[in-house]
């Protein structure tokens, strides 16, 4: 028996909640955190925002573009202008191979598993601990012990 030819990866499509922006990612995303920062909570409003870190020359964005929040000397925020859906996380210019899309605004999300945490010491106390590896701050930082 012959084994299995690897299955081709399938476009992800994803955009805002009112459909005034939209993206196509053509290549799998590089990784997918969950992080737990407070700029990131109070961006989505919610415990963590999982993003997928993908290869900026894979994105197309194909109808409207994010607005853009500068939070930090380090970061910019992408969210829809009509609706405020929370869309990207990049460098400030646009600049770097990589660009961060909010797992939320892809269309199935669900084929979308984080594989650790980031910022993981600033989590809120009432998070429910999973087993994932979990980074003191970016995914290039230590694990916790």
Not at 9 to 24: D, I, N
Not at 45 to 72: D, E, H, I, K, N
């Amino acid at each position: 028996m012959s084994p299995r030819p690897a299955k081709a990866f399938e476009p992800l499509s994803g955009g805002c909640l009112c459909r005034a922006v939209r993206f196509v990612l053509s290549a799998p995303p590089d990784y997918i955190s969950n992080c737990h920062c407070s700029m990131c909570r109070r961006q989505s409003g919610s415990a963590c925002l999982p993003f997928a870190t993908v290869p900026r020359a894979a994105l197309r964005w194909m109808r409207g573009r994010p607005r853009w929040y500068r939070s930090s000397a380090k970061a910019r925020r992408g969210f829809c202008g009509r609706c405020g859906s929370t869309l990207a996380y990049d460098l400030p210019g646009g600049r770097g191979p990589q660009i961060d899309l909010a797992v939320g605004a892809f269309d199935r999300a669900e084929r979308l598993a984080p594989q650790w945490h980031v910022y993981y010491p600033d989590k809120l106390a009432w998070v429910a601990a999973d087993r994932l590896p979990r980074h003191v701050r970016g995914s290039r930082s230590p694990l916790m012990r």
